[in-house]
């Protein structure tokens, strides 16, 4: 079992900028993608961002050049900087990894956005 804590989510004016951690325990020997999900009220669960075990990130649309994934292995921990933030990014923020072909979720973290 892979456990996951997330961090930093928070109340931020539009243009602002957060950033979120989230650490894995446990069984993480395996793990060779972690990433971010949100999913917004009334709506369906969207990739955000994902990293690999060589650094290699994929984004949604919606967040290039503004948002930032990157990971520490040595901690085990993935961040997620989001810059310049939209009322479009008020969401739960979940953190997500892939380990021997098992997803793991986050209790996730909530983001709002004001205008």
């Known amino acids: 079992q892979v456990q996951l804590v997330e961090s930093g989510g928070g109340l931020v004016q539009a243009g602002g900028s957060l950033r979120l951690s989230c650490t894995a325990s446990?069984?993480?020997?395996?793990?060779?993608?972690m990433g971010w999900y949100r999913q917004a009220p009334g709506k369906q669960r969207d990739l955000v961002a994902t990293?690999?075990?060589?650094?290699?990130?994929r984004y949604a649309d919606a967040v290039k050049g503004r948002f930032t994934i990157s990971r520490d292995n040595a901690k085990n921990t993935v961040y997620l900087q989001m810059s310049s933030l939209k009322p479009d990014d008020t969401a739960i923020y979940l953190c997500?990894?892939?380990?021997?072909?098992?997803?793991?979720w986050g209790q996730g973290t909530q983001v709002t956005v004001s205008s």
């Open positions: 997500n990894v892939l380990r021997l072909g098992q997803f793991y």
């Open positions: 990293i690999d075990n060589s650094g290699t990130t």
């Open positions: 446990g069984s993480i020997f395996g793990i060779v993608i």
